[in-house]
């Protein structure tokens, strides 16, 4: 109550006191904001009747903006507006609902007012005398995902600013566990490319990574996990860490967690789960059994500024047990002294490699209270069945091959030519992809799957309809006419 009564007595401030540099008048203010306000209602309810985007340009791009050093004060509105303008003329927009690449940023605007008031607070999120408030909010957010996740209670986590870094603070935290600097990951060909340059980040060798051999669908194989663990046990070598995917950028392939899971308790091995893209799924009925094992993993890379409707930035950690968090960053230094007093703090600064660090929880602490859970749930749902939507029809027809079958709302395939080599439907698949930026309806681009391009779909936007994905894959037949040989012509 005593803290309600402090907030709520404020002193009228003049204007004229706030002539001060780098400071705006109340009315200022409030004028810009509800332009910027203006501005990102008309760019979420425009989106789907804009290109997804160009092809950049460089040196247009470079011409068209103003590179001076700005002496001179100007017009925040105005400065606004050519923010936006050089954003919006020059961006290949990721929460495009046809935006179908990668992995796709939707977003929603409350996660975006989220981030505004964040900063606008300016909270410190790393330490407990200036932040309790977010602290526990973010304590409390990371004990939903948790709980979606079926962690157990003994878990904790924190919010970073993507799976990259959520891997890396995991992987390095399994290690200093174990003691030993010379342990050896075992990961395979479909492990995200962030996880091999952060190993070397944290000085893990590449004489310490195994790549483990994969299954038909690229899942890892348990059986040649177990082949190259007892080999490296038999060499004197000490195994340390299992890198599984839940959900592979490449086909949504998830790895046979359980089997790994029971390997790893076997042998004593850390399972880490990369699920940047697919532990979404977790919230979803139709993916269950894939996800089956993912509560058993020892720590867990979540990133929700992909399927779970985040803006950038937004990952996620989550380990088994939180003091291996604590035993791995826990940072002592004589000026945070404080930050350690009052009934039990919580000092983010302690579970991660930050220090100072924003409140990316509060974007998904608003968003899972505005919409609830189950409109997560439709929307994870909804990706999934379209995906497999798009895979009916291109089985239907006669012009493409499907590569990877549609698992976790990704699919790839590639065009059918009769007569032609494989260099020669490469060719044609990457110029498929390549047309589709340059006619701007729907991005669809490639991935590689043993070697050879493929197109790959990715369908999480939760406003792409089925008539996106029928009107996408009719304009991929078009593309594909034109970009056919006429050799090779119907
Ligand atoms: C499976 C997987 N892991 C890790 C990452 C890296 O995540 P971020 O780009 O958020 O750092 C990605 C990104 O696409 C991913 O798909």
Redesign the pocket.
Known sequence: MLRIAIVTVSVPLKEESLDVPLRLSSANMRDLGYRAVDEVVEHLSTLRDRPVGAPPDREEIEAFMDAALPEEPRDAIEVMREAVEHVREFTVQTDHPRFLA??PGPSTYVGAVADFLASGFNVFAGQWLVGSGPAIMERITIDWLRAICGFPSTAGGLFV???????LIAIHAARARSGDRSGLIYLTSQ??G??RQSLGFIGIGEEQIRSVGTDDRLRMDPASLREQIARDLAAGLRPLCVVA?????NTGAVDPLDDLADLCAEHDLWLHV?????AAAALSKSAADLLHGLSRADSL?L?P??WWYQP??A?CVLVRDETTLIDAYSMNAEYLRETRHGTAPLNYYDLGPQLTRGFRALKMWMTFKTFGLDAFRQAVEHGIALAEHAEGLLVDSDRWEVVSPAQLAIITFRPVLAGATPEQVDAVTRAVAASTLQDGFALVLTTEIEERPVLRLCITHPETTAHDIEETVALLERLLDDATPPQFRR
């Open positions: 990668y992995i600013s993507g799976g990259t870094m959520a891997n492990t995200h962030s996880i995917t839940a959900g592979s950028t990369d699920g940047a893209y697919g890379a990133d500024h992909k950038y930035e990952g």
